[in-house]
């Protein structure tokens, strides 16, 4: 190679890293599901959740029925490690382990729970996404030492590494305990390893945030969103795996802010 032609190879990829890129700026075309949950400031734990679908990119968000009601952190909002340009994420602080606050952002959704088996379930509707069992030994890690933390894993099939203290017991949640709220749910990919590079998983970010059952209407959670049973029902019926859907979770004024940069619904 001439020393012009690396002269001009040097230019144009220091122009290419000058272009803005949309792998963050946008919700992925692919997709053609939201669910999208609207609080009126980072600080309450009352929110509404809508649900919302496009046959294409190009084709404009139509809601799905009424908006519902929904619980988030005791603690209220703190920006999550999403897929989206952590540059948005003006205005307030990112949550941490432990800090009561749900995620703000967008993600995407990981397997659904529940306390039935597949076939069971597929009785009641036919799921379109994967499915985990909670039977006893299923857990999620939240020991930040951990190299499962943040990862829902089977005692049975991997060495223990994190503290006696340092899991959720999904089984218990969903099937021993008094209100039993993880009797159906799913995994939001909050602070993941799928994410994208300036979003990937860091310790002390977050763990096990899910949607669930909640325990009132009057009660806030750990960090998780939370909805009446049959409106859970309601959404893991809506949701289809090959429709790529992702989860959006935001204050009111940000959700107005990063409308049009997000290109999300105009009805909310």
């Known amino acids: ?152 894993i089977d005692t049975a099939k991997v060495e223990k590494d994190w503290s006696d203290n340092g899991y959720e017991d999904m089984y218990k949640e969903a099937v021993i305990s008094a209100d039993k709220v993880y009797r159906w749910g799913f995994f939001i990919d909050h602070n993941s390893d799928k994410n994208p590079l300036l979003m990937k998983k860091e310790m002390f970010a977050g763990s096990c945030i899910f949607l669930h059952v909640w325990e009132s209407p009057d009660i806030g959670t750990s960090g998780c969103t939370a909805l009446e049973e049959k409106n859970v029902l309601r959404i893991i019926n809506f949701l289809e795996q090959k429709k790529y859907p992702l989860f959006i979770q935001l204050p009111r004024s940000e959700y107005l802010r990063l409308k049009d940069k997000w290109e999300l619904p105009e009805d909310y």
């Open 1 to 152: 190679m001439t020393k012009i032609s690396l002269f001009i190879s040097f230019l144009l990829l220091i122009i290419m890293t000058m272009i803005p890129t949309k792998a963050f700026a946008v919700i992925p075309e692919n997709s053609q599901q939201l669910i999208l949950v609207i609080a009126e400031d980072w600080d309450t734990f009352k929110a509404s959740l809508s649900l919302f679908q496009r046959s294409d990119a190009k084709s404009p968000w139509r809601k799905q029925g009424d908006s519902l009601p929904a619980v988030i952190g005791k603690k209220g909002l703190g920006w999550g490690r999403g897929i989206y340009d952590p540059q948005d994420a003006q205005n307030y602080f990112f949550r941490k382990e432990g800090d009561k606050r749900a995620p703000a952002g967008i993600f995407t959704i990981g397997s659904t729970f529940g306390a039935l088996d597949f076939n069971s379930v597929q009785k009641l509707f036919k799921i379109k996404m994967p499915y985990l069992q909670l039977k006893e030994g299923i857990r999620c890690i939240d020991d930040s030492h951990s190299q499962h933390y943040n990862t829902l």
